[in-house]
């Protein structure tokens, strides 16, 4: 084992990006309940008891679960991005079960990171690093990374979707249109890794072996889903292209976490299609190649989740 330390990766931080996506395409309870157990483990013993932040990146904890502090210009720093994954993963944790737990855990730490990592006067944008003491002061140079950005600005849209508080929604414009302004290459291309606090690009490469599209294409998917269910509230058209598939094979559609929104029609290669359960957001297909579904998404009744 190259790494054997307690880190965001192998807690909260593939939680959230992995595994509550796998389970939503899968229903496999086990997985779903794996998720549940490495969150609660980094409530239990990743938590900084002084100051509320998660640790596991920059700073990590020993097999043995030694904390280990990282330093900038001689300060000890947490990492915004890390607490805007932890968060992200507790309130989707929520989505998927309704647990008390998570959803307080959830608001608190989103409400935190916000309050000392967002930069609100200088346009929106979310910076990499900040002091973990009082009064949590901005660290290093004043940058803005673009996964970070990305997680700021899904962090809004959940935080509104759980508590309907309209504020929150504001925080989502500012954030969204400071990376419609500064983060995408508007002559080239895709988008910057790092720009400064006013948008001034910093680092330019737009691939290298920790950047890749996945995180933009996440961003103008997800945010188009839940703008379009929870804050326009229309139905919303997936369309998915399966390579090959088997008679009366189930495939689930969702790509949210919400369970009151529903299949409201399907059509398999421009024709209607009766074979799908609504409620479970599943279909049956039929046996061919490059099949071309396209899935109509209702808007969901529920104002605060209770579990699927």
């Known amino acids: 084992m190259r ?24 229903r496999d309870p086990e997985i779903l309940s794996f998720a549940e157990e490495l969150v609660e483990i980094s409530m239990e013993r990743m ?26 210009d001689g300060k000890e720093i947490i990492s915004a991005g890390a607490q805007l994954t932890a968060a992200l993963s507790f309130l989707r944790l929520y989505e998927l079960t309704g647990k008390e737990m998570y959803r ?3 608001v608190a730490l989103g409400e935190q990171v916000r309050r000392f990592a967002w ?8 910076h990499d690093l900040i002091e973990r003491a009082s009064p949590h002061s901005f660290v290093g140079p004043r940058n803005v990374s673009w996964w970070i950005q990305c997680y700021g600005d899904f962090l809004q849209l959940h935080l509104y979707i759980i508590t309907r508080n309209r504020q929150y929604l504001d925080y989502f414009q500012k954030t969204a249109a400071f990376w419609n302004e500064h983060f995408i290459d508007r002559k080239y291309g895709g988008v910057f890794q790092t720009v400064s606090h006013d948008g001034s ?41 399966l390579r090959e598939t088997k008679a ?18 399907v059509k398999i290669n421009g024709k209607p299609w009766a074979a799908f359960n609504a409620r479970e957001r599943s279909v049956l297909l039929p046996e061919g190649k490059n099949l071309k579904l396209e899935v109509t998404l209702a808007p969901g009744s529920r104002d605060i989740p209770s579990g699927r």
């Open 201 to 241: 690009p910093v680092e330019m490469n737009k691939a290298l072996p920790w950047k890749a599209a996945y995180h933009e294409m996440e961003h103008g998917l997800l945010n188009y889903i839940y703008l379009r269910l929870y804050v326009e509230k229309q139905p919303l058209k997936l369309y998915l292209r």
């Open 104 to 106: 307080e855990r959830g």
């Open 248 to 265: 009366n094979t189930k495939h689930f559609v969702s790509l949210i976490e919400d369970s009151s929104v529903q299949v409201e029609s």
């Open 119 to 126: 930069d609100s006067d200088l346009g929106g944008g979310w």
């Open 3 to 26: 790494d054997p330390s307690k880190s965001k990766h192998s807690h909260y931080g593939y939680t959230s990006s992995l595994l509550i996506n796998l389970s939503m395409f899968t």
């Open 47 to 72: 938590t900084d008891r002084d100051y509320g932040w998660l640790f596991g990146f920059p700073a990590a904890e020993s097999r043995d679960w030694t904390y280990i502090p990282a330093f900038v």
